[in-house]
């Protein structure tokens, strides 16, 4: 006599009937207890086992449909995926098995049966591992996935895919996505008033002064209304530029920075562009901007003084020239030749008969 055990209790074989593949078993208690055992799936398991897999699969018709997802799951811990997915009938199970195979088209086939959104987001975050950026997108718009779609168009520089974002953000009131979307495009002013309308004021209010100095009285002054209900006095001490100036480090360079910078914000460069900006100086747009009329300072210094040596230099030649076309015209006016035709061979020193005469003349002795 076989005994089995069911719930803690001892049981006893019955038999077993061919016709219904069912086996019976019985307890003290005569309690009699039937279990479906089907004769084929437990000789194609056994073939399985055995490593015959022709005979096995010739068998498999023979197993009724709705035993395939346990076959199915026999084989995956036999490590047989690819043979589970082909047996597998529930496309919960199926899915799975697609998405441990990578086989994506197949877990996308199954993902437009079932409609999940928990699906297409595993489907998205497969389809990017495998480089499949366009059925990423697909996934990640199916499941509205907005943190992943963030991550797949800022990676591949997508502006137009990041604007659409920042609306359908908005739309569904996730803030912290939209602010992020508008930040990347350039668009400090909708970012602003994107805090405004979450009454983030305080944050309102330190991004206008890093980014939009302009905006400081106007957002200060909103501050100030909405602090006045909570503390009058700590809304009296929060101080305006246009008012207390001298508080602002380089609050008109700043002004000029944002006045200069401002065209530029909608422009966007291409990713292959990126090694080119990424060699840029970790500094602030203020100091920069600061270095920036330092060094253009320093040239025109450079230059004054360029050509003030030129200019010295020019001098210098010109005295030399002049010098010595003077002592030129000295040396002819100091040694005159008279070459008249006279014949008494006199040489005269700086022009004057008078003065100094030295030489022989006809007639007289010499000395």
Known sequence: VTTLFHLDRPMYLLGYLANQS???????????????????????????LRGDFDRANDILPSIPKEQYDSVAHFLESRGMLEEALDIATDSNYRFDLAVQLGRVDDAKAIALEVQSESKWKQLGELAISTGKLEMAEE??????????????????????????LASMAKEQGKNNVA?????????LEECLQLLIESNRIPEAALMARSYLPSKVPEIVALWKKDLQKVNSKAAESLADPDEYPNLFEDWQIALNVEATVAPKRGIYP?????????????????????????????????????DEEELTNENDTVQEVFEDDEAEESQEDAVEVEADGSTDGTIHVNGNDSEEQW???KGEPSA
């Open 359 to 361: 030489g022989t003349n």
């Open 22 to 48: 069912r086996v019976y078993l019985i307890d003290k208690q005569f309690n009699v207890v039937g279990y479906t055992l089907l004769l084929s799936l437990i000789e194609y398991k056994t073939l399985v």
């Open 179 to 187: 602010f992020l979307c508008l930040f990347m495009l350039g668009k």
């Open 270 to 306: 291409p990713a292959e562009e990126y090694m080119i900006h990424s060699e840029r100086p970790n500094e602030s747009l203020v100091e920069a901007f600061k270095n920036m009329h330092v060094q253009e300072e320093e040239d025109v210094h450079e230059e004054d003084v360029h």
């Open 139 to 164: 996934c990640l718009l199916h499941a509205l996935d907005l943190s992943g779609l963030l991550l797949l168009y800022s990676s591949i520089g997508d502006a137009e895919g990041i604007t659409k």
